[in-house]
């Protein structure tokens, strides 16, 4: 996708719905792009259940603790 605002994002779980049927469950980490796509298609889906990706929060985590260990930068940077 070129953009990912809400309004595309909903577009899009809509076009999926359409192949292979609604989900139960949409597992997504807290972009507010993201949430808001999710927030407008439970408006029309509200038995949809809209679950934090926990290895999302996770690495948050880790990222925040290990901020200023080097090793752990080293790590980030051959990560890229």
């Known amino acids: ?9 909903e577009q ?7 192949k292979v049927d609604h989900p139960i469950q949409i597992i997504a980490d807290h972009g507010s792009d993201v949430q808001k796509g999710i927030k407008l298609y439970k408006q029309n889906h509200p038995e949809v259940i809209y679950t934090y990706d926990v290895t999302h929060a996770m690495a948050l985590l880790l990222k925040h603790e290990l901020v ?13």
Request: proline share 0%.
């Open 1 to 9: 996708m070129a953009s990912t605002k809400g309004e595309l994002i």
């Open 12 to 18: 899009k779980l809509e076009e999926i719905a359409k």
């Open 68 to 80: 200023t260990d080097e090793k752990y930068q080293s790590f980030v940077q051959q990560c890229h």
